[in-house]
C-alpha cells in the first residue's frame, strides 16, 4: 500500500554540488514528521521540493499516489509556513490570511466564515485589522499558520518555524502546533535543527547528513536503538567506545574494551556481527557510579549542576571519557571532583553499532 | 566615527559650496536686468518672458519632454523585467551577456553609443526624428533604471513572493501583487532618473535625430555657440526648478508612503 | 522560478518570454550597434544616403568583398589623432586624480555624521548631478570668462592686474569635468564607507592605532573597492567626453570625443569617424571589463 506522501529516488544537485542525495521516504497521512539534521544537510531543500519551489534533478514525488513532481508550487495541495513568516507587510492580519482564498475564488461569506474560524482556534480575532509590523513575534508566528491552515491543505510544511522564538514561547508553541495538528488531522512535516523539538512533536523523525536520510522512526525508535554511532551522537548524549571481542554467556555479552578499560555487558544480539568493527554506545543518564564495586574504574573529572541535573565527566584509567548524568534529587552529590569511581550498567542500556 | 572633527565639517561645506556655487550664480543672474555678468541691473524677469516667448525653445522642450516622458517609461518597464530576470532567476545561458550589456551603457563614453545607434538605425532604414531619439534614449537609461530597481528587488525578502505562490497564485500574479507594491519608490526613482537623464542628453540626441527634430538642450547648446546670453540662464533655472520640485515631491510621497504603511 | 539545468520536463514559457525581451532589445539596440561601427569602419565614405559604401558588390556571378583599412591606417599613424588620444587619456586620468582628492573627504565626512544627516547630505551631493549637464558646464563659462565672475572678483580684490585667461583652456576642462563627474566619484566612495563595519575600526584603537593610523591601515584599505568604482565610473566617460572640452576648451585641447563629432557633422565621413570610434573602444576595453567584473562579483 502506497503511503500518503511518497518520495522516490528524489535528488537535487545546484552545478556539481548534490544538496539532496537518492532519498526515499513514506510519510503516512496524519502523522508529525520531522526532518532533523544540521544545516547544510538537504532539509530545507527536500522540504522546498515538496512544496514546489524547487525542481527535483531526478526522482518524483507522489501525493496520495498522484504525481506532482511537475506540478507549479502554486497548484500543490500544500502550504507551507516560512521560517521568517513572510507576511505581506502592505495587507492587515485578516487580508493577509484571506490571501490564499481569494486565490481558490471562494465566495465572500466562505471566505469570512473561514477567517474567523481559524481567527478564534488561533487566538487572533482582536488582532484581524492591524498589520504585521504592529505585531509581536508570537503573534506574527499564528498569523503565519493561519494563513496556511485557512486552505485546509493536504499537508502543512513548516520551515524551522520556532527559531525566532525565545525558549518559553518555542516551548509553549511546540505543544499548541501538536494539539492542533492533532485536532484538525492533518499532515504535518517539520523541518528544524533542534532535536529536542523534533523529538517533542514529531510522530517519526528523518535524521539526516549530507543529503541524504541516516534513519527513520518514531522519538523512542531513533534515540533508544540508533542505527550509526552519528545518529546516537545526534541525538541527545552517548559515551561510545570500540568493542573486541566478545564472550556469550546466556542472554548477555561480555565485551572487552580497550577503549573503556575494562569489560561491559550488553544484551546477546545477531544483528550486529562481532568479527567486523563495531562500536558500543551508552547513554549517560543510564551509567550509575559508585564508589566501590566492578565497573570501569576512574576519576571524576569535572562535576556540572544544571538545576535539574548532575553532570559528571570520569577520566578512565586508559585515558578516554565517560558521561554520566543523575537527576536532582534535592540532596547534595556524594561525589566530587577528584572521587574514584566505578561505572557500570544493565546490558539492556548498551547499544552496538555497525557504523 | 561617533561626530564629525572640524576637518570632516570644512570637507562637506566645501564640497557642497563647489558644488552649488555656480548653480546660484545661474540663478541669480537669471534675475539680472543686465546683461553683462559684471554689472547687475537691478532684478528683472524680462528673459524669462523672452524665453517663454521664443517659439523654438518652447518646441524644443515639448520634444524634450515627450521623449524624455516615453523612454523613462519605456526604460523603466525594461528595467524592471530586467531586474527581476537578473535577481529571481537563478541562472540561464547567457547570462553573463546579458548582465554586461546592462551595466555597459553606464561606463560607456556617449559618441561611442551615439555613433553605433545611428548607424544601427541607418541600418535598419528607420527614419531618424523623435522616434530614434526616443528609442536610444531608452536604450541609455535602461542600465540606470535597472541598477535602481535591481537594488531595491535584492532588498526584498523573496519569501514574500514564495508565499503567494504557497497561497495559490501563478508567479507572475505572484510578483505583480506583492514584490511591485513594495518596489514603487524605486518604480519612482528609476523613472525619474531616466527621465532627467533623458531630458539633459544632448550628444546622443544630436547624433540620433532628423531633419526638424530638435531637443532643448540642442537648442541651447546652438545658442551657446553663438555667445554666452541672459535667457540661457532663465531657461536654466527653469529648468532647475522643474527638477528640483520633482525631486522634493518624490521624496515626500515616499516619505508619507512609508509612514502610511507604519502607523495605519 | 527557477531553472532545471539538467533535465528540463516542462517548458517555461514565461520565464523565456520575460528573459526575451529586454535581451532582445539590448541585442539589437546596444551590441548589434557596435558590430555594425565595426563593419562601417571598414567602409569608404560617398557622398549620398547613406555616406558610406557597401562592404559587398555582387556582380550576378562574383561576390566581392572590399575591405577598406585605410581609415585604420590613417587614425593610427596621423599625429592630431594620436594626440587627440592621448589627450584624452591624459586628461581623464589627471580628472580622476583630482576629484578623488576632492571627493574622499568630502564622502569621510558625510560618512561620519549622523544617519539623518547623512541622508539629506546625499541627496544634496546628488541634486546637482539631477539638474541639467550642459546648464552646468555654461554656468561655469559665466564665471570663468575674462569678463566673468571670478576675474571680476579677483581684480575688484587687488588680488590680480590683469584678466585671468581660464576659459578655453585645458584648466577649464579640469574644472568642468571635475564638477560635473563628482557626484559620479563621491557616492560610490561614500557608499563603501557608510557600510563598513565600525567594530572593526574600534579593534585597531584597542590594539593601540592613532585615530590617524586606524584611518590609514583599516578604513582607507576597506574603501578601495569604492575608490576603484568611483575612478573606473569617472575616467571612461571622460575618455570619450565631448561637451565639456566643447564649451569650456581651447584649440589647444584636442580630445577625441570632439574629434569624433566633426569627422561626423563637419566632414561628413562616417567611415573615419567609426574608425575613430572603433580604436577608442579598444582602448577603453580593459577599463570597461575590469569594472563589470567588479560589479558583478558585488551584485549577486
Not at chain 1, 482582536?126 to 496556511?148: H, I, M, N
Not at chain 2, 540561464?92 to 553606464?106: K, V
Not at chain 3, 569621510?108 to 546625499?122: E, F, T
Not at chain 3, 561628413?268 to 569594472?291: E, G, H, S
Amino acid at each position: 500500500m502506497q503511503s500518503y506522501i511518497s518520495i522516490e529516488n528524489l535528488a537535487k544537485s545546484y552545478g556539481v554540488v548534490s544538496a539532496v542525495k537518492n532519498i526515499n521516504l513514506g510519510i503516512e497521512k496524519g502523522e508529525f514528521f520531522s526532518l532533523l539534521g544540521p544545516s547544510g544537510c538537504g532539509k530545507s531543500t527536500l522540504l522546498r521540493m515538496i512544496a514546489g519551489f524547487e525542481t527535483p534533478t531526478s526522482g518524483a514525488i507522489r501525493l496520495e499516489g498522484a504525481d506532482v513532481t511537475d506540478v507549479p508550487a502554486h497548484k500543490r495541495p500544500t502550504n507551507m509556513m516560512f521560517q521568517s513568516y513572510a507576511l505581506f507587510p502592505h495587507l492587515t492580519v485578516g487580508r493577509n490570511i484571506a490571501f490564499g482564498l481569494q486565490q481558490d475564488r471562494l465566495d465572500r461569506s466562505e471566505i469570512r466564515k473561514r477567517i474567523d474560524e481559524v481567527a478564534e482556534k488561533l487566538q487572533l480575532t482582536a488582532l484581524l485589522d492591524r498589520k504585521p509590523a504592529q505585531l509581536s513575534g508570537g503573534q506574527r508566528q499564528r498569523v503565519a499558520l493561519a494563513r496556511a491552515l485557512v486552505k485546509r491543505p493536504k499537508v502543512l510544511l513548516l520551515d524551522e518555524p520556532l527559531g525566532a522564538l525565545d525558549k518559553n514561547l518555542r516551548t509553549e508553541t511546540q505543544l499548541e502546533l501538536v494539539r492542533l495538528q492533532r485536532e484538525l488531522g492533518l499532515t504535518f512535516i517539520i523541518v528544524t535543527h533542534d532535536q529536542h523539538e523534533a523529538m517533542t512533536v514529531s510522530t517519526r523523525i528523518a535524521i539526516m547528513k549530507q543529503g541524504q536520510v541516516l534513519q527513520v522512526g518514531t522519538p523512542s525508535e531513533v534515540y533508544e536503538t540508533p542505527q550509526s554511532r552519528y545518529v546516537a551522537k545526534f541525538l541527545g548524549e552517548t559515551n561510545v567506545f570500540a568493542g573486541g571481542k566478545a564472550e556469550r554467556d546466556g542472554n548477555v555479552l561480555s565485551i572487552e574494551s580497550g577503549e573503556a578499560g575494562g569489560h561491559v555487558h550488553a544484551a546477546f544480539t545477531d544483528r550486529i556481527a562481532l568479527d567486523a568493527p563495531y562500536w558500543v554506545s551508552v547513554r549517560p543518564e543510564r551509567v550509575k557510579l559508585a564508589t566501590a564495586g566492578n565497573g570501569i574504574e576512574g576519576i571524576v573529572e569535572q562535576l556540572t549542576y544544571t538545576g535539574v541535573e548532575r553532570h559528571y565527566r570520569v577520566r578512565l584509567k586508559t585515558g578516554a571519557t565517560l558521561d554520566a548524568r543523575r537527576v536532582n534529587h534535592g540532596a547534595e552529590s556524594d561525589l566530587a571532583i577528584g572521587d574514584r569511581v566505578f561505572a557500570s550498567w544493565p546490558p539492556q542500556a548498551s547499544r552496538l553499532l555497525a557504523e | 566615527m561617533t561626530k564629525p572633527s572640524w576637518f570632516n565639517r570644512l570637507s562637506i561645506l566645501f564640497g557642497l559650496a563647489f558644488l552649488y556655487l555656480p548653480i546660484v550664480v545661474l540663478v541669480v543672474y537669471s534675475f539680472n536686468g543686465s546683461k553683462l555678468v559684471t554689472v547687475w541691473g537691478g532684478f528683472s524677469t524680462q528673459w524669462y518672458a523672452t524665453v517663454l516667448n521664443n517659439p523654438s525653445i518652447v518646441e524644443g522642450a515639448k520634444v524634450s519632454f515627450l521623449v524624455a516622458a516615453v523612454s523613462a517609461t519605456a526604460a523603466t518597464i525594461l528595467g524592471t523585467l530586467a531586474a527581476v530576470v537578473m535577481v529571481r532567476l537563478r541562472r540561464f545561458r547567457g547570462r553573463a551577456l546579458f548582465n554586461g550589456m546592462l551595466l555597459a551603457p553606464m561606463v560607456m563614453p556617449e559618441v561611442v553609443m551615439a555613433v553605433s545607434m545611428l548607424l544601427m538605425f541607418v541600418t535598419l532604414g528607420i527614419d531618424r526624428g523623435p522616434l530614434t531619439i526616443t528609442l536610444a534614449h531608452t536604450t541609455f537609461t535602461l542600465c540606470f533604471a535597472t541598477v535602481v530597481l535591481q537594488s531595491r528587488l535584492v532588498e526584498l525578502d523573496s519569501s514574500l513572493e514564495e508565499a503567494a505562490r504557497d497561497l495559490g497564485c501563478p508567479p507572475a500574479r505572484a510578483f505583480v501583487s506583492v514584490a511591485l507594491p513594495n518596489m514603487i519608490p524605486a518604480i519612482v526613482s528609476a523613472w525619474l532618473l531616466s527621465f532627467t537623464l533623458s531630458l539633459d542628453d544632448l550628444v546622443i540626441s544630436s547624433f540620433t535625430t532628423g531633419p526638424g527634430a530638435s531637443t532643448l538642450p540642442m537648442k541651447i547648446y546652438s545658442q551657446i555657440k553663438f555667445g554666452v546670453t541672459p535667457e540661457i540662464n532663465a531657461i536654466s533655472t527653469i529648468i532647475l526648478g522643474v527638477v528640483v520640485l520633482g525631486l522634493v515631491g518624490a521624496q515626500l510621497v515616499s516619505r508619507r508612503s512609508e509612514k502610511a504603511e507604519r502607523t495605519a | 522560478m527557477s531553472f532545471v539545468t539538467t533535465t528540463p520536463k516542462k517548458v517555461n514559457w514565461g520565464g523565456r518570454l520575460l528573459i526575451a525581451i529586454p535581451y532582445t532589445w539590448l541585442l539589437v539596440l546596444f551590441l548589434a550597434p557596435f558590430a555594425l561601427v565595426a563593419v562601417i569602419s571598414l567602409s569608404t565614405v560617398r557622398l549620398g544616403m547613406p555616406p558610406f559604401e557597401p562592404l559587398t558588390a555582387w556582380d550576378g556571378s562574383i561576390l566581392s568583398l572590399r575591405l577598406n583599412f585605410e581609415n585604420f591606417l590613417y587614425v593610427l599613424t596621423d599625429d592630431t589623432y594620436l594626440l587627440a588620444y592621448l589627450t584624452s587619456l591624459k586628461v581623464a586620468a589627471i580628472s580622476t586624480a583630482i576629484m578623488l582628492l576632492i571627493a574622499y573627504p568630502l564622502a569621510y565626512g558625510i560618512a561620519s555624521c549622523s544617519p539623518s544627516s547623512r541622508s539629506l547630505l546625499v541627496f544634496l551631493v546628488i541634486v546637482p548631478f539631477w539638474s541639467s549637464m550642459l546648464i552646468r558646464v555654461y554656468s561655469w563659462m559665466s564665471i570663468l570668462r575674462n569678463d566673468g565672475l571670478l576675474n571680476a572678483l579677483l581684480l575688484k580684490l587687488g588680488l590680480i592686474a590683469e584678466p585671468l585667461r581660464i576659459l578655453n583652456t585645458e584648466t577649464a576642462i579640469y574644472i568642468g569635468i571635475v564638477y560635473t563627474y563628482l557626484p559620479f566619484m563621491v557616492l560610490p566612495i561614500y557608499s563603501s564607507l557608510a557600510s563598513a563595519d565600525r567594530t572593526l575600526i574600534e579593534a585597531a584603537r584597542d590594539l593601540g592605532c592613532s585615530r590617524v593610523s586606524a584611518f590609514w591601515r583599516v578604513t582607507f584599505p576597506l574603501s578601495l573597492p569604492g575608490v576603484a568604482a568611483g575612478c573606473a565610473l569617472v575616467f571612461i566617460p571622460v575618455v570619450g567626453e565631448f561637451v565639456i572640452p566643447d564649451l569650456l576648451g581651447g584649440a589647444d585641447t584636442q580630445m577625441i570625443g570632439r574629434a569624433i563629432w566633426l569627422e561626423f557633422f563637419n566632414n561628413r565621413d562616417w567611415p573615419m569617424a567609426a574608425a575613430v570610434t572603433i580604436v577608442l573602444l579598444a582602448l577603453l576595453v580593459v577599463p570597461i571589463v575590469y569594472f563589470q567584473s567588479r560589479q558583478s562579483r558585488s551584485r549577486t
